[in-house]
């Protein structure tokens, strides 16, 4: 597929003209209709009809004697979690400069309230809410009041974990310096996905990356995408692992390609996760982003997890490990009643209230056991989306499920770090595999990296974030495409129809008898016929001199093709490219 075509003509990006940089989209807040964006020591509330209209700005700077420390140690503060409180709070932690520290924010009831600020004098202690180093990640949920987070705790961080903090529940966390449980890693995405009717059941899954405990040996790779879980109501053990989770679990996600040459290609660098919610709440779709690791060969890769896939993995056999030079092997030994990863109270531990009543070796089993000992693999065991040989990487992606004339289709956007977004469909060829399409892509920002990227399918909306500042851009850019009916048709791009006079957004409303789309297979001749008079470029030439013809498709769908007319028939004549030669 062609991505060399690059949009551009997108607003200028909303940024401040303090001198800052490294912009988050840290929330989006669909009730009130704001995006919550944070850049260093500011905090900003914007208009999501309108990212440049009025914005409401926290200034929210580390206090005087510890900016002082952050000077030498050369290091801002960054705001971290941000997170809906209740109706009318957000809850909100922030590296501090190295003194990681939370509060609350009020935002008011509705936007229009117009409503933007900290509540005066309260401060909460962000340990294990918040990353000390503003550069690592963090990722955080509230859940009932409790507060989730994959943070790195200590000033070096050398010490990550999986926190519970806050609300009614025992504060836990994972088992502190056991690279068995987690390895330098980098958290990217938390959510609570249920997994049976049964609230006890519920469970938290966390997506990360991680050093590789065999990464001496050579063939095995030195970094691993993983996923990860614990049960909610876990409240730590009775003997041993206490204050510790006594149900975290974690297995490697494989996403690889064997190319034609009979190489396989690895992606093991996650770099984002996107959870598509479904019909069923416990079944979502996971688009999981992954780029190669090292810097030599930029290849980048989108596969999709089925949570029925991740389930197996965590009901299936854990992996065991001898001393230190031995390899990961199937566990096959007798594994302890409950089985270790089942939430208590749950479906299959009626009667076991607390996980305090565990047994102790079914929590010694798991302290030394965290790992599965099968992977999950991609659906169709291949990714849906593959780049290889380019000059660019893929950072962010969001997905978008639209209607089309003839079908439902799953719209992905892939910030890259040249600073543009890619819109790709992928089309079922045959039930074993699919055809990826590159509609456009749209340069969002002049030079830096796509940072981070929301999407809002009600408001048509996709915001893009970089160093540079946030920008937002129309999920149909139907314009783009031209106004004759075969350049729309041509686009297969869901979001658009030609309507009987341009191309333009597609509503299941738009009247059905003018409409024209074709998103499976783009066949203008079939959808265009009688249509095309409207906007259509037509070039002549004269039989027996030498003429230059030219056609640029608007599309990287389109192809060119040259019809030579002569004695009222017509075939096609030498052509390269887009040109035609005669
Ligand atoms: C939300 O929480 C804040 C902080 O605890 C509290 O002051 C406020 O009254 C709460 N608002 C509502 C509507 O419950
Ligand atoms: C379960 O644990 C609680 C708290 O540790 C203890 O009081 C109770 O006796 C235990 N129940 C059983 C059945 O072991």
Redo the contacts with the bound molecule.
Sequence with gaps: SSTDRVSSGTPRPFSFSFNTSDYRILLMDQDQGRLYLGSREYLVALDMHNVNKEPLIIHWPASAKRKGECQMTGKGKQVGSHEPWNRTHLYTCGTGAYQPICTFINRGWRAEDYLFRLVPGYVDSGKGKCSYDPKQENVAVLINSNLYAGVHIDFMSTDAALFRTMGGRTAIRTEQYDSRWLNEPVFIQIQQIPDSAEKNDDKLYFFFREKSLDSSGGASPTVLARVGRVCLNDEGG?KSLVNRWTTFLKARLICSVIGEDGVETRFDELRDVFIQPTQDERNPMVYALFTTAGSVFKGSAVCVYSMADIRNVFNGPFAHKHGHNYQWTEYTGKIPYPRPGTCPGGTFTPGI??S??FSDEAVNFIRAHPLMFHPVYPIHRRPLVVRTGVDYRFTALVVDQVDAVDGRYEVLFLGTDRGTVQKVIVLPKDPTSFEELTLEEVEVFRVPPVKTMKISSKRQQLYVSSDAGLTQVSLHRCGVYGRACSDCCLARDPYCAWDGESCSAFTPSTKRRSRRQDVKHGDPLRQCRGFNAKGKTVQFGVEGSSTFLECQPRSPQATVKWLFQREGKRKVVRERGNQLFS
Excluded: I, T, Y
Aim: glycine residues 0%.
């Design positions: 009775q209230r607390s305090k009543n």
